[in-house]
């Protein structure tokens, strides 16, 4: 595998998940495989647990591991061609990305949607350069439209705390502050409509994702309809996508508090699990009452991000 950046990078998805249950048991089993192989992991957005969990699985892999934060003592980065570098902006990232390839075998970057652009976000203009000229492995650590190894790990999650062969997983849309990207809930449709689930998406009218990752899911606009039944309830907020309205890319249009997911919401469902990707905004997303109860699942959803992380790196490893 030379590329991860969606669900169809990883293959069989049965497979895939026998592998993060080998990796978990013996998580150091795979050490010789990175001897003398770096990892460089880019960061043009901020991060907690992608900059852990990757480090964690790289070096699970006997791989050296270097970091860079773009935006802190890097020098600041032109990604347009064609523009007059007068301002600001020391380097374009067309030497950039050659030069720090160098550097390394296997490249991991994060680069958040601008939503100055949809087609821009859309067409993943950043991640799509490291891809094109690098010329090394490259996995995304969240891009403007996917956060993939966040997406195998709460494919991992359920996996491990299913009932039924076929659970009933709902992803639903709660209230934000701010405009966030459509990266966890493109990528959480991604892999569930490829999974043995049966996948419901509920939002408010106007944040329909893009029919790319939607595919067959069934899209319900009552919460209270799409909870019920639901074994596990995935909450995450995203801008509007401007599927149905272009003009409307990136806006936060609704800040309705009565889709945060509280006890009563849950009451709604089979004794759902909860599902949230973190970092959270606690009574806006999710009260502290459904968070910090023993179905929420928030903490081992984290854990399992080393090792999502260790079977993609392994895999890349496995490609050179
Ligand atoms: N879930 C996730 O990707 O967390 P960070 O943004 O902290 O890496």
Wanted: net charge negative.
């Amino acid at each position: 595998m030379r590329v991860f950046t969606n669900v169809k990078d990883i293959g069989d998805l049965k497979q895939a998940l026998a592998e993060a249950q080998e990796i978990k048991k013996d998580r150091y089993k795979y050490e010789s495989l990175g001897k003398h192989k770096t990892c460089l992991l880019i960061f043009f957005n901020n991060s907690l647990r992608t900059r852990l969990s990757t480090q964690k699985a790289a070096r699970n892999l006997g791989m050296d591991v270097i970091v860079l934060d773009v935006n802190q003592g890097a020098w600041k980065l032109e990604t347009e061609r064609g523009v007059i570098m007068d301002g600001d902006k020391s380097e374009h990232l067309l030497e950039a990305i050659p030069v720090m390839a160098n550097y390394c075998d296997v490249i991991g970057v994060r680069s958040f949607a601008r939503f100055e652009n949809r087609e821009d976000d859309y067409t993943e203009k950043i991640l799509t350069q490291f891809i094109k000229y690098s010329g090394k492995p490259v996995f995304s650590m969240e891009a403007a439209t996917g956060h993939p190894l966040q997406a195998f790990a709460d494919l991992i999650t359920i996996e491990e705390y299913k009932k039924t062969q076929r659970p009933k997983v709902v992803l639903t849309w709660a209230p934000h502050p701010k405009a966030l990207p459509q990266a966890v809930p493109n990528s959480f449709a991604d892999w569930m409509n490829e999974a043995d689930v049966d996948f419901v998406i509920t939002h408010p009218e106007g944040y329909e994702l893009d029919p790319q990752f939607v595919r067959g899911a069934k899209v319900e606009y009552d919460q209270k309809k799409a909870f019920e039944g639901a074994d596990f309830i995935y909450a995450k907020n995203w801008a509007c996508p401007g599927v149905t309205r272009p003009e409307d890319y990136g806006k936060v249009l609704c800040k309705d508090m009565s889709w945060t997911v509280d006890t009563e919401h849950m009451s709604w469902t089979n004794n759902a699990f909860f599902l949230h990707c973190l970092p959270v905004r606690r009574n806006m997303i999710v009260s502290d009452d459904v968070i910090e109860a023993p179905t929420s699942l928030v903490i081992p959803e984290a854990a399992n991000r080393e090792i999502s992380a260790t079977v993609v790196l392994k895999r890349i490893l496995e490609s050179l």
